[in-house]
T-cell receptor, first 114, second 112 residues
């Protein structure tokens, strides 16, 4: 079955500390992977995406993610968290096929402490 | 550059009422989608339309109907709203070539 697992429901990080959000996927086809961020009461914003090539991808707001095919993972990282990064983060997987939808994980809520 | 536009943004319904969520995209995309978002559940696919004239069920279609009116518009209808349909609804679209899915800003629906 196709699925995305985000093992951590809620993470608290001190401002200035590093961050890693985990994402594991199960997908039959070659996966295309995405990370989205959502602030309270807002829509979804695309942070970064992986289609092919370099397995370390850079995104907006200083985020990066690394695709590891052997571990079926696509973890999101940031070297130094800012208070404004507090939000909910969603990992998603899709395929290079017209019409196919994204499958989302259940999300990880990030809190930032001062 | 409107992108994906959803209306209404907020709506309160009484149990048993009907309503239609409208979605339109101006990017000439072939595929369109409706998701619902609930706390702790992420986004779940309700229905999708791979191209004009076709629609298919997603993970949670019960209680909903859709219409792909033309290439631009994809509406979601609740025929008899239930409190379990209280949720945030997102419409999205995707071009035939390219893998990025574009989302609307969401519609907050409360059924009382």
């Amino acid at each position: 079955a196709q699925s995305v697992t985000q093992p951590d429901i809620h993470i608290t990080v001190s401002e200035g500390a590093s961050l890693e959000l985990r994402c594991n996927y199960s997908y039959g086809a070659t996966p295309y992977l995405f990370w989205y961020v959502q602030s309270p009461g807002q829509g979804l914003q695309l942070l970064l995406k992986y289609f092919s090539g370099d397995t370390l991808v850079q995104g907006i707001k200083g985020f990066e993610a690394e695709f590891k095919r052997s571990q079926s993972s696509f973890n999101l990282r940031k070297p130094s968290v800012h208070w404004s990064d507090a939000a909910e983060y969603f990992c998603a997987v899709g395929a290079d096929q017209a019409g196919t939808a994204l499958i989302f994980g259940k999300g990880t809520t990030l809190s930032v402490s001062s | 550059n409107a992108g994906v536009t959803q209306t209404p943004k907020f709506q309160v319904l009484k149990t048993g009422q009907s309503m239609t969520l409208q979605c339109a995209q101006d990017m000439n995309h072939n595929s369109m989608y409706w998701y619902r978002q609930d706390p702790g559940m992420g986004l779940r696919l309700i229905y999708y339309s791979a191209s004009e004239g076709t629609t298919d069920k997603g993970e949670v279609p019960n209680g909903y109907n859709v219409s792909r009116l033309n290439k631009r518009e994809f509406s979601l209808r609740l025929e008899s709203a239930a409190p379990s349909q209280t949720s945030v609804y997102f419409c999205a679209s995707r071009p035939n070539s390219g893998n990025t899915i574009y989302f609307g800003e969401g519609s907050w629906l409360t059924v009382v």
